[in-house]
């Protein structure tokens, strides 16, 4: 009779632990219409990487973005990650309910330098597409 046991050293639970601790619970990020699928795949990398657990993506493409597992290094599996059909509707349920100041990336004159916002309040961050932005 095999065991299903599974055997975790104990330095290695303590560090699952010490990297749950990091992870930022008031910080999600929002993807607007990314299309291709690397660079999809690096933003979820990257969120897994600086201890985002939540994001939130919009697609008009029908079947939604594919996830590069090489290119995310698997971290898709560690994050909560679902699809918006309306990305206004989504993003302003999100800051209700989640009372979430929203910072959206954009560059023009009036943008300010992304150091000068508070990071310490719930914070939706919002990002656009290649082509287009947001």
Known sequence: MQ???????????????????????????????????H?????????????????????????GIEINEAVSMAANRWLFIERVCEREKAIKELKERENLQVV??????????????????PTLLAVGNELKGV
């Open 3 to 37: 065991s299903n046991k599974i055997i975790v050293l104990e330095d290695r639970l303590r560090r699952f632990y010490e990297v749950l601790q990091k992870r930022q619970k008031d910080l999600a990020v929002f993807v607007d219409d990314v299309t291709n699928e």
């Open 104 to 121: 959206v990336t954009w560059l023009d004159e009036s943008s300010k330098d992304f150091r000068e916002i508070d990071y310490t309040k």
């Open 39 to 63: 660079n999809f795949s690096a933003i979820l990398r990257t969120c897994d990487a600086v201890g985002v657990m939540r994001v939130y993506y919009f697609s008009e493409a029908k079947k």
